[in-house]
């Protein structure tokens, strides 16, 4: 059975693959990871009602930066964002490096055979929560992803500010979110 998994394993391609991730730190160093899967480190909090931010950073390079920010909206919230961006410090830059956000999508579920889609909104519109999979069963909060790539190496430590967020006319400063990199090996796989 053994020399079954170890061929199969050489046919099929199976290689670790190195992986670089961020993880959330408080101000005494401590890990503060709201969920941590395989290779999936995220932190989040809840803003107001049920409102929240998740984000998580990485990269199968080393030479870049992937930032994922999900903002989970309340049903009939209005939600604005100051600034489209994300502020990005280190002491190993130069200056600070300003990643926009270009677009943010909630993934609308197929229905009635329809099949299910994104919906996108823009720099300077109002993301509004209109609770798009409610009628389906689901959470009747609607979840916004953006995905933000920094060419750059990176750094050990890595500070991200969020832009300061208006929920309902009530405005909300998150603190800088302050991220140790760490190393782990996934399996790739390639067929041959």
């Known amino acids: ?47 107001l009602d049920d409102t929240s931010f998740n984000i998580r950073a990485g990269s199968n390079s080393g030479n870049e930066i992937g930032i994922g920010f999900q903002l989970t909206v309340a049903k009939d919230a209005k939600v604005e964002l100051e600034k489209w961006e994300l502020v990005l410090s280190s002491l190993e830059f130069d200056a600070d490096i300003v990643a926009p956000i270009n677009e943010m999508s909630v993934s609308v579920y197929g229905r009635d055979g329809r099949p299910g889609y994104l919906e996108y909104v823009y720099p300077g519109q109002i993301i509004f929560g209109r609770g798009v999979n409610e009628s389906l069963g689901h959470s009747p909060n609607d979840s916004y992803l953006a995905s933000v790539l920094v060419q750059r190496e990176m750094p050990k430590t890595l500070s991200i500010a969020l832009p300061r967020i208006i929920i309902n006319d009530k405005l909300i400063v998150v603190p800088e979110i302050k991220f140790e990199l760490v190393e782990a090996y996934d399996y790739a796989y390639s067929l041959q």
């Open 1 to 47: 059975m053994i020399c079954l998994i170890l061929v199969s394993s050489l046919l099929l391609g199976c290689v670790p693959s190195k992986v670089w991730l961020y993880r959330a730190v408080d101000e005494e160093g401590r890990f503060e990871e709201r969920y941590m899967g395989s290779l999936n480190i995220s932190y989040g909090k809840k803003l």
